[in-house]
């Protein structure tokens, strides 16, 4: 079967933008209209309410897309077939087990306007829909601009897939350059149902291109639901502080800007290390090493304060151990680097 991208031109109603989407399926889409703006970077996350109870009522007045049923090895379903688009009319929410919500959204297909309700699970509506609104957020965020590949996901689902093989490629060059051509939504499959299963995404999905490796799609959100981000200090310090886009893409603007400041940084830095400890030393400081002989403050230049020191003083004179963690030590005699374990 050949895939090729769908585009559906969406009408919008009077006084309202026109929307359209791009589909990674095998088979054109119907053609519908859009609601209110969406002013959200989220798809489908519960929010307050007026009541002060969480739920999705803020989603009323938004047309959605259905995207198939990851728990349902079928794929497809009767009531809600999958690619159609829905105009939310209400939304119920009510309790189910002490810790889970039950939500029933009343919704109209927007292509025959018959009624019909959805029931689900809160914190499992994502999986199943995409927001017009969102989607179009996204488009108009990242469609154009290019990115630099900052990491590589391990993970099954959490990959560039190849947009003709739907397979990850994997082994592909660190900080190769990506121009992103299109934001697009991957349908539920059952033919990737034991890729998808317990998968709390969208099937909202970047479309990157790269001359050597060709088009690839990746998805925008983890596994969990939630847009990638950097959560700790690892993250920070390997990826220059810049978020990482589906997992694993930077803005080359903004990547470029902080390789050039750190850059430039770090040529001040190794002119004053060279005044200070001649050039030999002053390389080896910069790219992180120590050497025996080394004095405490070269270290210092080197690897960084340490967390803790002991310290034992006797007629041979002070000895210091410092602790870095991880079981890393440096040993030193009188002020000088005399053995290192690392």
Same mark, same amino acid.
């Given at each position: 079967?050949?895939?090729?991208?769908?585009?559906?031109?969406?009408?919008?109603?009077?006084?309202?933008?026109?929307?359209?989407?791009?589909?990674?399926?095998?088979?054109?889409?119907?053609?519908?209209?859009?609601?209110?703006?969406?002013?959200?970077?989220?798809?489908?996350?519960?929010?307050?309410?007026?009541?002060?109870?969480?739920?999705?009522?803020?989603?009323?007045?938004?047309?959605?897309? +259905? #995207?198939?049923?990851?728990?349902?090895?079928? +794929?497809?379903?009767?009531?809600?077939?999958?690619?159609? +688009?829905?105009?939310?009319?209400?939304?119920?929410?009510?309790?189910?087990?002490?810790?889970?919500?039950?939500?029933?959204?009343?919704?109209?297909?927007?292509?025959?306007?018959?009624?019909?309700?959805?029931?689900?699970?809160?914190?499992?509506?994502?999986?199943?829909?995409?927001?017009?609104?969102?989607?179009?957020?996204?488009?108009?965020?990242?469609?154009?601009?290019?990115?630099?590949?900052?990491?590589?996901?391990?993970?099954?689902?959490?990959?560039?897939?190849?947009?003709?093989?739907?397979?990850?490629?994997?082994?592909?060059?660190?900080?190769?350059?990506?121009?992103?051509?299109?934001?697009?939504?991957?349908?539920?499959?059952?033919?990737?149902?034991?890729?998808?299963?317990?998968?709390?995404?969208?099937?909202?999905?970047?479309?990157?291109?790269?001359?050597?490796?060709?088009?690839?799609? #990746?998805?925008?959100?983890?596994?969990?639901?939630?847009?990638?981000?950097?959560?700790?200090?690892?993250?920070?310090?390997?990826?220059?502080?810049?978020?990482?886009? #589906?997992?694993?893409?930077?803005?080359?603007?903004?990547?470029?800007?902080?390789?050039?400041?750190?850059?430039?940084?770090?040529?001040?830095?190794?002119?004053?290390?060279?005044?200070?400890?001649?050039?030999?030393?002053?390389?080896?400081?910069?790219?992180?090493?120590?050497?025996?002989?080394?004095?405490?403050?070269?270290?210092?230049?080197?690897?960084?304060?340490?967390?803790?020191?002991?310290?034992?003083?006797?007629?041979?004179?002070?000895?210091?151990?410092?602790?870095?963690?991880?079981?890393?030590?440096?040993?030193?005699?009188?002020?000088?680097?005399?053995?290192?374990?690392?």
């Amino acid at each position: 079967m050949i895939k090729f991208l769908a585009s559906i031109t969406l009408f919008a109603i009077p006084l309202l933008s026109m929307a359209q989407i791009s589909i990674i399926e095998d088979k054109p889409e119907p053609v519908k209209e859009m609601s209110f703006p969406y002013d959200s970077l989220s798809n489908m996350k519960e929010t307050k309410d007026y009541d002060g109870n969480y739920g999705y009522r803020h989603l009323i007045g938004q047309t959605i897309l +259905y #995207c198939g049923d990851p728990w349902n090895y079928s +794929y497809n379903s009767p009531k809600v077939p999958v690619g159609d +688009y829905y105009y939310i009319k209400n939304v119920d929410v009510y309790k189910g087990s002490s810790l889970k919500k039950y939500c029933v959204f009343t919704i109209e297909n927007t292509k025959t306007h018959k009624e019909s309700t959805f029931e689900s699970y809160a914190f499992s509506c994502n999986e199943y829909w995409v927001v017009l609104g969102y989607y179009e957020k996204l488009k108009s965020m990242y469609v154009g601009k290019e990115f630099i590949l900052a990491h590589q996901g391990r993970d099954r689902n959490d990959g560039l897939f190849s947009l003709d093989t739907d397979t990850i490629t994997r082994h592909i060059e660190d900080n190769s350059v990506w121009k992103c051509i299109d934001v697009s939504v991957k349908f539920r499959n059952n033919k990737r149902w034991q890729y998808e299963v317990n998968d709390h995404r969208s099937g909202v999905v970047l479309v990157m291109d790269n001359p050597k490796y060709g088009k690839h799609y #990746c998805y925008v959100e983890d596994q969990f639901g939630s847009h990638f981000s950097i959560t700790n200090s690892v993250y920070r310090n390997t990826y220059n502080g810049l978020p990482l886009i #589906c997992g694993k893409f930077q803005d080359k603007i903004a990547y470029d800007r902080i390789v050039a400041i750190a850059a430039k940084e770090k040529a001040e830095r190794l002119a004053t290390l060279t005044k200070k400890y001649g050039s030999a030393n002053a390389k080896k400081i910069i790219d992180g090493y120590v050497y025996l002989g080394f004095s405490k403050q070269m270290c210092i230049e080197a690897w960084g304060e340490p967390n803790s020191i002991n310290k034992t003083i006797g007629s041979w004179g002070t000895h210091e151990q410092w602790v870095y963690g991880l079981g890393s030590y440096l040993y030193f005699e009188n002020g000088k680097l005399t053995s290192i374990q690392d």
